[in-house]
Each structure stands twice: as structure tokens, then as C-alpha cells.
């Protein structure tokens, strides 16, 4: 493989990897304004993706966040927790 063409392939992998990575520590809210704004591309760029994407965005969104389980039932201890007990 030549020089110029694993550059470019590096390249393209890095830049695919910072644009997953910055999406995935957007905040839900960011990535709806994302997807509204790459909306207004022509159809044939976003059709096939665009809404499945919405679709599990607006999906997680609804369901707030897994960090307030714990807090729906008082007194509920983990079980990796257990008071007294060896470590795994």
C-alpha cells in the first residue's frame, strides 16, 4: 500500500472515531439540534439513517437517565454491596 493512501486511510479512521466520540458525549438535547440541523441536507444524504437516529434519540430522551434507578426504591441496597460480605 502506498504512503499516501495509508495516510488517507488513518485520516479518514481518525476522523470517524473523533466525530463518533464527540457525538457520544453530547448531551441528548445537542444531538436532537444535530439532527434537526443535518436534516436540511438534501434527502438522498440523510434518508436511509436520519430517522431511525432521531427515533432512538427522542426514545432515550423520553426515558431519563439510568442514574436515578437507585432513588426509586428507598432502602434498596446493591448487591455487589452487601454489607459483611468478602470481596469478589
Do not use: D, H, I
Not at 427515533?55 to 442514574?67: F, I, V, Y
Amino acid at each position: 500500500m502506498s504512503l499516501p493512501l495509508q495516510q488517507l486511510l488513518v485520516g479518514v479512521v481518525v476522523g470517524a472515531c473523533a466525530v463518533f466520540s464527540a457525538w457520544r458525549l453530547l448531551s441528548l438535547r445537542l444531538r436532537l439540534r444535530v439532527l434537526e440541523t443535518l436534516a436540511a441536507l438534501p434527502p438522498a444524504l440523510t434518508a436511509p439513517w436520519l430517522a431511525p437516529l432521531r427515533a432512538r434519540t427522542l426514545a432515550r430522551l423520553g426515558g431519563g437517565c439510568a442514574g436515578c434507578a437507585g432513588s426509586a426504591t428507598p432502602g434498596a441496597v446493591s448487591r455487589n454491596r452487601t454489607p459483611g460480605a468478602l470481596r469478589r
